[in-house]
């Protein structure tokens, strides 16, 4: 057998694109609530339009999303079903601290999670947190500015505090920040950053990562005091990046892309801001003020293993003429001629999943877990209602087969694998319900409409063969 016995096969989900109930059990308003579909979601998510509360001229997918509040018990019955091993989730800040800086936790948000958890556990299906999924109460955005003030270590460090005391003996395996690298392509849907007419976004930017940075070290510090088994991983959106062709320039571009991303893993993990990143804040003229005990903090407290999502490889030139863009995971990339594309333009690259474990492998020698993959298409139920998903279970049999191969012959140490969206649910970039990833259909439009019933795929009893045979039976 080529995967480890205890492999956590599974899926994954994030608060605001899946439990809906934005305001239910006293939970507070965060900023991925104020996000709206539609032509303005992308301008608001990267700050460059503000929208501090809800208004009536746009829909909010994440307010009622696909309900998993009140569908948890029947949605982690089929995941149960499917056999999964293990399942991620995120928790909603605003559920366990409604403003963010409140004097006690929110009972009933944490009642909500225990729940869910023992849901799970109850099916012996490990539960694989993420603390924060792009979410940032909006009390602490209006009142501080959000990651751009040294304030957010200690509101962070509390929310730590607070889960891993409750839930100590429930979930192993926590995620300090997803995509920690998106911060810098989409500062207010990933971390509630607004900008100042006029002020120097970069160093805004670079100073709340170094907020983030020294708060996923605390937390790593204060997981494993509560409880040593605790196993704390940070979380990159991941994929190697290509060179357009073999001239050294678009090599080099290749190489200064792919450390753009790694500066924060290389911290995370190694526990020290590298020369290089030092040597472009030099060049940027960006000074990060930094607290007495910080450096200490990083090297002593790194992570216990490294996860990433992967959606396909990414592709860059040095020669300007060369534009031919693409869509991917909000990254710019180039359209690479040997590679498919989704139906949203991703480019679909299974190798590059391997090739980029390598290199993450090679970077931080830790065990690796790939938390997000999966193919974003339109299901179209036949007249019963089915879905024939062939075209993401080729995708995932694809990947599947590609870190095998990285286990198999490269040696790379790889924990798990969680899909994307295993029940379908909102698209992050652009708020739609019809870019589905999930074994599950959910029926909801993009417009808000459906019964929300869920219906297996295809797919679903595809996954359910993989998972029982280890990998194994993959046809
Ligand atoms: C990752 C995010 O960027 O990609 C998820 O962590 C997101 O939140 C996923 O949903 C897929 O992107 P999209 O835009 O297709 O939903």
């Not at 003429?321 to 040997?338: D, G």
């Not at 590609?402 to 198999?408: D, G, I, N, T």
């Not at 870019?435 to 297996?456: A, E, S």
């Amino acid at each position: 057998m080529v995967l480890r016995k205890d492999f956590l096969w599974g899926g994954a989900t994030a608060a605001n694109q899946f439990e809906g109930g934005y305001l239910d059990g006293n939970k507070g308003l965060s900023n991925v609530d104020v996000i709206p579909a539609g032509k303005d979601r992308v301008s608001v998510m990267k700050g460059k339009m503000k929208m501090m509360e809800c208004d009536n001229l746009h829909y909010y997918p994440s307010h009622e999303a696909v309900d998993f509040y009140h569908h948890y018990k029947e949605d982690i019955a089929l995941l149960a079903e499917m056999g999964f091993k293990c399942f991620r989730l995120s928790i909603a800040w605003t559920r366990i601290f409604p403003n963010g800086d409140d004097a006690t936790p929110n009972e009933e948000g944490l009642k909500f999670y225990e729940d869910v958890f023992d849901e799970c556990l109850k099916y012996g299906i490990e539960p694989l947190v993420t603390i924060t999924h792009f979410d940032v109460p909006m009390n602490l955005v209006r009142t501080i500015g959000s990651w751009r003030s040294r304030k957010m270590i200690d509101h962070y460090e509390r929310l730590c505090k607070t889960i891993f005391s409750r839930y100590k003996d429930k979930v192993k395996y926590w995620l300090t920040f997803n995509e920690i690298n998106m911060l810098l392509h989409l500062p207010f849907g990933s971390s509630g950053l607004v900008f100042e007419e006029g002020e120097n976004e970069e160093t805004v930017k670079y100073q709340a990562a170094h907020h983030q940075l020294v708060a996923s070290a605390k937390a790593t510090e204060i997981a494993h005091q509560i409880n040593p088994e605790i196993k704390i991983g940070c979380m990159l959106a991941g994929a190697s990046t290509y060179p357009y062709t073999c001239a050294p320039e678009d090599v080099w571009k290749a190489m200064t892309r792919d450390r753009e991303h790694y500066f924060f893993v290389d911290i995370q993990s190694r526990g020290e801001y590298p020369n290089y990143v030092k040597k472009m804040f030099e060049r940027m003229n960006i000074s990060i003020k930094m607290e007495d005990g910080d450096e200490e903090l990083l090297k002593k407290h790194t992570v216990d293993f490294v996860s990433f999502s992967y959606y396909g490889s990414r592709l860059t030139s040095a020669d300007p003429k060369v534009n031919s863009q693409t869509a991917a995971n909000l990254f710019p990339t180039l359209r690479n001629p040997h590679l498919k594309v989704s139906e949203w333009g991703w480019q679909i690259d299974p190798l590059g999943l391997r090739i980029t474990l390598n290199a993450l492998y090679d970077r931080y020698q830790k065990p690796l877990v790939i938390v997000e993959n999966g193919l974003g298409a339109i299901d179209k139920p036949d007249k019963n209602g089915y879905i024939e998903d062939d075209d993401r279970i080729e995708y995932i049999r694809e990947h599947i087969k590609a870190f095998k191969s990285a286990v198999e012959e490269d040696g790379v140490d790889l924990l798990g694998y969680t899909t994307w969206g295993c029940i379908d649910l909102v698209s992050s970039s652009t708020g739609e319900m019809s870019k589905r990833y999930g074994f599950i259909y959910v029926d909801k439009d993009d417009q808000g409409h459906g019964t929300l019933k869920r219906i297996k795929k295809k797919s679903f009893n595809w996954y359910k063969k993989v998972i029982s045979s280890n990998g194994e039976e993959l046809d």
